[in-house]
């Protein structure tokens, strides 16, 4: 009897033990962010008006507005449609604009579902990128899987878009991306984790660019940053895109058009492998040969030729591989010449496969000397048509008018 | 009164097999390739990790081979015919401290860790004193029964591991792991001793072999389980870099956590999967404390043979808890850490060396 009446007692004791949790938060309070938006402050009335609030405190060097897309969770259904909002605040570091914006919410943001981070191009070219990105990795609430994407002019339109199907607006973004494989002149998504990788080896790199009006984003082109300065230098437009991921082996999809007897035919991709070979007979002057390998198929013609004849096709192939050739040269020209920025991974390729010949070269590549403005870049194309559709001719001839 | 009691209190080679990985596997995993991807080039960190690997096969089977050849004896026991009794039980005691210090730290690390990335706001004390309530749980029970949840946890949480790893397949990256073998010896070396730290824990074998009925299969079981950890390591380091990078890598505190987070499981319904990996993780970390308590138990208990298991746990447990407790900052508790790690390396590899060449050379043998 009485050992269990102990037992009893223990029993009850575990209650006051395990019932309870610290750290219950109801799923209503918490606001989930799904998106962020870093853009400058250009508001002088606010600092005054800080100057005024707090006059001892130390300022940083420029103020951010940091505006987040948070969910309202009861209205998730399927498919990434819901209700969100908004929510702005500005201040002179990232946590700053945190505490700003607790004030202004009722549900405390909660990082851990955080889709994209958008930054505005101005955010980009003053070279605040790495400052900014710290918080993203040092916060343990951040995950490294973050898609970050530099808007053309200011970074939270991008998150005010209305889609047409009521995504929501960061769900939307984050889907765009993977439409990758379709669309030639996108850049394939780069992660918070990639760019702590980028700026810790001082290599230069890209991200993807989106421009946004109203209802809809575009997600082509991209933005250069040059890896000692750390800063962003300028755009790629869509074709320089291409080029872009062309040379650096990741095209997933996407087409070709090419002009041939006054009128267009399409390409297809289905395949598209790019191989670099580095000559490093002079280790100042390294030599690159890119070899472009394509296979795809005849998508879409408009110009009156037979497809089933053996040399149209053979022609066709050719125009491509000039096509291709043009793409790529004008992106390594830009590159070389305009941004002086080795954002093509070519310096990562010495560094793998000539390791020695990179330790000589690495100050200098993209900076200093810049031995990469001068280096020469060899393209080779081969194209191959593999299915030419279902038909062989859709119309007759068309008369002249 | 018992209402079951288990038949035996034997334990074969499979128990000791499992009782080697499930120990070493521990705090260190998390940090690992942080510490070693700054002294070496690329993915070749692995290389150091083989080779201190293989060093600690080399000290894992002496360590097994002395505790073999004098079956069913304490440790106190055979290290007083080779050494004198003063000294044996000297060392004993020592040893016992060591446990007891490398438990407290590791509570407090687990409460830690616990803290950051699953209960931000309760109360540090609270965390720590739920964990070590299960490891005294677990160590005042069946010893063998506590070397029997080692066959039942560890390959949980190795699938979870391995599940881990694979879906992290899709952000490896090939150019991460390349160049290969560019590495100063200088690094290799430097990220061998890093790695040597965190394969220690098998010194444990030392008393657990006095519980086995036939001991000559022993090393060879203790040197299959410490050939698990070896590999573990090697792949994990390798998706890491794959993932990560060697220089971010060698940013990250703690890159098995950030590799846990960025699991996606196909299909969207899962997130936050570091929750269940901290689970399983918490778990091996209960194996690794519940032993370590449990041998400080057993030392303790070798030197003083009239007292009972139960109550040297009670006069112990507040001290541990008390000890946990005291370091601030996460320095500090990094710091006690390391001061652990090189009493691990006296009594994991330089004692059981001693010991067995003094065997040999006075060809002291057990009765078996």
Known sequence: ???????????????????????????????????????????????????????????????????????????????????????????????????????????????????????????????????????????????????????????????EVKPQNKEMPAMYINSVVNNAYKNLGMHPEVLVGDIHEYLLLDESFTLPRIMSDGDEIKMTGSAVFQGDAKRMIGF????ETEGLNIIKNQVEGGLFQVEIEGDLIVYEIKKLKTRISADVADPLRPKFHVTVLAQGNLGEKYAMIDPFDADVITNI????????????????????????????????????????????????????????????????????????????KSHGALGDM | MKSFEYGDQEISHKEIMFAVPSMVVGLGILTLPQRIAGSTNASDGWVSILGAGIIILFFVWITAKLAAQFPKMTFVEYAA????????????????????????????????????????????????????????????????????????????????????????????????????????????????????????GFEIVLFYIALMNRTQKAPKAAMVGMTLPILIYMIVYIVVIGVFGNQATSQIIGPLIDLAKEVIVPGQFFERIESIFFVIWIMTLFNTTAMAFDVSIMALNSVFTKMKKINLIFITSPFVFLIGILPNTFHEIMTIGTWISYFGIFFSMLLPALLFIISKIRRVRGYG
């Not at chain 1, 403005?373 to 081969?382: F, L, N, P, Y």
């Not at chain 2, 007891?100 to 609270?126: C, G, H, Q, W």
């Not at chain 2, 490891?135 to 949480?157: D, E, Q």
């Open chain 1, 1 to 159: 009897m009485h050992k269990r009446r102990r037992l009893v007692l223990c029993g009850m004791l575990l209650l006051f033990l395990t019932a309870g949790c610290w750290d219950r938060i109801d799923i209503e309070e918490r606001g989930f962010v799904l998106g962020t938006a870093i853009d400058l402050s250009k508001n002088e009335e606010e600092e005054e008006n800080i100057e005024a609030e707090s006059p001892g405190k130390p300022k940083g060097k420029t103020r951010f507005i940091l505006t987040n897309q948070m969910v309202i969770p009861g209205t998730i259904v399927e498919d990434n449609s819901g209700e969100t909002y908004n929510v702005s605040a500005s201040g002179d570091t990232l946590f700053e604009c945190v505490r700003e914006m607790a004030a202004r919410t009722s549900q405390s943001p909660f990082y851990e579902h955080n889709k994209i981070l958008i930054l505005s191009e101005d955010v980009a070219k003053r070279g605040h990128i790495p400052s900014l990105l710290d918080v993203f990795l040092r916060d343990k609430e951040m995950k490294r899987s973050i898609q970050v994407l530099i808007a053309v002019g200011e970074a939270r339109k991008a998150l």
């Open chain 1, 236 to 239: 790629l437009s869509s074709e």
């Open chain 1, 317 to 392: 192939e050719h125009k491509l591989e000039h096509e291709i050739e043009r793409i790529v040269n004008s992106t390594t020209e830009k590159l070389q010449k305009d941004f002086e920025t080795d954002a093509m991974g070519l310096g990562t390729l010495l560094k793998r496969n000539h390791y020695k010949v990179w330790k000589r070269l690495e100050g200098d590549w993209d900076r200093g000397e810049k031995y990469f403005t001068r280096c020469e870049i060899e393209v080779t194309a081969r194209v191959q048509i593999e299915r030419r559709g279902t038909i062989i």
């Open chain 2, 81 to 200: 015919r080779l050494i004198s009794k003063p000294a044996a039980i000297t060392i004993t005691l020592l040893f016992s401290l060591y446990l007891l210090m490398f438990t407290s730290n590791i509570v407090r690390s687990v409460a830690n860790v616990a803290k950051d990335y699953l209960f931000e706001r309760t109360p540090l004390e609270v965390l720590m004193l739920v964990f070590f309530l299960v490891v005294i749980y677990g160590a005042a029970g069946s010893r063998a029964g506590l070397l029997r949840l080692n066959l039942m946890f560890f390959p949980v949480a190795l699938i979870v591991l391995i599940l881990i790893l694979l879906f992290n397949l899709k952000h490896f990256e090939i150019d991460n792991i390349l160049p290969v073998f560019q590495t100063e010896w200088s690094g290799y070396m430097k990220a061998a001793r890093e790695s040597l730290y965190s394969f220690l």
